[in-house]
């Protein structure tokens, strides 16, 4: 069963798993399980996707449970009137909270169709990032006898392709596991010491305006129990007791 966060009438916000696509996809036939398709039979009704997450990465995602709301979410997530916040392990340690101001090329993703047009100037882009935590193993890496690590809060103000991924691969502090932008080593370092096979990152809070109210719906999330055993290994358990207010704090800052 899915996890949902939150769910009326018009909509439903689920947690989707690490490595599920949402809905088929031009570069994947041979994957048989969605996201969508398991979200429809689990409700017994038909679903509407209103945003994306890349594949490998976990975390909330709201559907519209009928057209007219989905038009309505759609068009609220176009003009940005959505909040979302990120947990995220990264190499190296982050001392202070920052933003990166980086514009990026369109690229194509899991779900684009193959003929899409790539050639299109660079498009603005913007993420905030808090660190939470900081820890140093004792594990020798390249030519360095420690490995650095920190866990941070990211605050996409804008919805580019792989926006996090690529923002924190620019600023040299790559999210651990992700095998297109991070480092070997250290996604190798994480497999051999921690099992860890995936990409260290998930969506955990959630704001928008409602379609039809106009409430603000504030949807907040613990991380999964994979994330979270990683978390308790390396010694951020007391991170994880105070994500849901330091989610709340950061963002009332960036509203």
């Known amino acids: 069963m899915l996890p949902i966060l939150y769910q009326d009438k018009h909509l439903v916000v689920v947690y989707k798993p690490a490595g ?32 994306r997450l890349d594949r490998p990465t976990a975390g909330l995602l709201v559907f519209a449970l009928d057209a007219d709301s989905a038009r309505r979410l759609t068009e609220s997530f176009t003009e940005r009137g959505v909040q979302k916040s990120y947990l995220a392990i990264v190499r190296g340690h982050v001392q202070a909270a920052g933003e990166i101001d980086y514009p990026l090329q369109e690229q ?32 020798a890496i390249g030519r360095y006898p420690e490995a650095r690590y920190s866990l941070l809060r990211l605050h996409p103000h804008t919805g580019r392709q792989h926006q996090l991924r690529r923002h924190l691969k620019h600023i040299f ?19 051999e010491h921690f099992a860890w096979q995936r990409l260290a990152l998930a969506s955990l809070g959630l704001g928008f305006y ?34 849901t207010n330091e989610s709340k704090r950061i963002e009332d800052s960036v509203r």
Do not use: C
């Open 20 to 51: 599920m696509l949402v809905h088929r996809s031009f570069r994947a036939p041979q994957e048989t399980e969605f996201l969508l398709q398991r979200l429809r039979d689990q409700l017994g009704q038909r679903v509407y996707p209103v945003h």
């Open 108 to 139: 194509l993703d899991d779900y684009d169709d193959p003929r899409t047009q790539l050639d299109k100037d660079p498009q603005p882009a913007r993420t905030s990032y808090v660190p939470l935590a900081h820890v140093t193993l004792p594990i």
């Open 173 to 191: 502090h790559p999210i651990v596991g992700d095998t297109s932008y991070g480092e070997g080593r250290h996604n190798r370092l994480f497999r």
């Open 210 to 243: 409602h379609p039809y109210s106009g409430e603000w719906i504030d949807v907040q999330s613990a991380p999964d129990a994979e994330l979270l055993m990683l978390l308790d290994k390396l010694g951020w358990s007391f991170a994880v007791t105070d994500l």
